[in-house]
Nanobody
Framework: VQLQASGGGVVQAGGSLRLSCAAS????????MGWFRQTPGKERELVAG????????SYADAVKGRFTISRDRAKNTVYLRMNSLKPEDTAVYYC??????????????WGQGTQVTVSS
């Protein structure tokens, strides 16, 4: 699976962004998908995951209630809607395809990353 992330940018605190991740190549519809983020000097952290059919989602505590992950299997695309953004959400965001039906215990493919910057 090849992944292409987009939608990052600069936004003021309290604003919103929607990230997209378009998948191509081998089977996408059977993979759990997710989003990670990373800031300089820190490990990559899981933000949100979604099951192969979209029926199960999970979120990091830091983003619960503010971020929503979804997928459109017909478009081979997974989304991350980010509301009420905070400066601490600033990071490079990576989409990931998992080997299993639910993300993200066994990452298989990574997107190239998209920068999100939240100004205070």
């Amino acid at each position: 699976v090849q992944l292409q992330a987009s939608g990052g940018g600069v936004v003021q605190a309290g604003g919103s962004l929607r990230l997209s991740c378009a998948a191509s190549g081998r089977i996408f519809s059977n993979n759990g998908m997710g989003w990670f983020r990373q800031t300089p000097g820190k490990e990559r952290e899981l933000v949100a995951g979604i099951s192969w059919n979209g029926g199960i989602t999970s979120y990091a505590d830091a983003v619960k209630g503010r971020f929503t992950i979804s997928r459109d299997r017909a478009k081979n695309t997974v989304y991350l809607r980010m509301n009420s953004l905070k400066p601490e959400d600033t990071a490079v965001y990576y989409c990931v395809a998992d080997r299993r039906a639910m993300c993200c215990g066994s990452p298989q493919s990574w997107g190239q990353g998209t920068q999100v910057t939240v100004s205070s």
